[in-house]
Nanobody, 125 residues
Framework: QVQLVESGGGLVQAGGSLRLSCATSGRTFGNYAIGWFRQAPGKERELVAQISRSGDNRGYADSLEGRFTISRDNAANTVYLQMNSLKPEDTAIYSC??????????????????WGQGTQVTVSS
């Protein structure tokens, strides 16, 4: 089992940036694809971005319009989500999750098995 801990959330004005980190424990980090999800009050959880085990394959929600970038540092057992040009509608709890996958493949959302506790991102207008 892998444990995930998110950090980097906070309050930012519209147009600002934040970088979220997802740190994992253990020596098995490289065995998992990692996804960032978010859930706003009253809304369903949505997949924001995901990255394959290799780091070469990345996927993003269409609604982001290229504002977010996911990356991973396997040596540091950490995945990052760089969020730029933030909007009030980006306000949500952001959680990272780990899913079993082959080296280049991105898992389906139902394949993410291990979850962090989440970090709050609030964007003021």
């Amino acid at each position: 089992q892998v444990q995930l801990v998110e950090s980097g959330g906070g309050l930012v004005q519209a147009g600002g940036s934040l970088r979220l980190s997802c740190a994992t424990s253990g020596r098995t980090f490289g065995n998992y694809a990692i996804g960032w999800f978010r859930q706003a009050p009253g809304k369903e959880r949505e997949l924001v971005a995901q990255i394959s085990r290799s780091g070469d394959n990345r996927g993003y929600a269409d609604s982001l319009e290229g504002r977010f970038t996911i990356s991973r540092d396997n040596a540091a057992n950490t995945v990052y989500l760089q969020m730029n040009s933030l909007k009030p509608e980006d306000t949500a709890i952001y959680s990272c999750a780990a899913g079993d996958s082959s080296w280049y493949r991105l898992p389906g959302t139902h394949e993410y098995k291990y979850w962090g506790q989440g970090t709050q991102v609030t964007v003021s207008s």
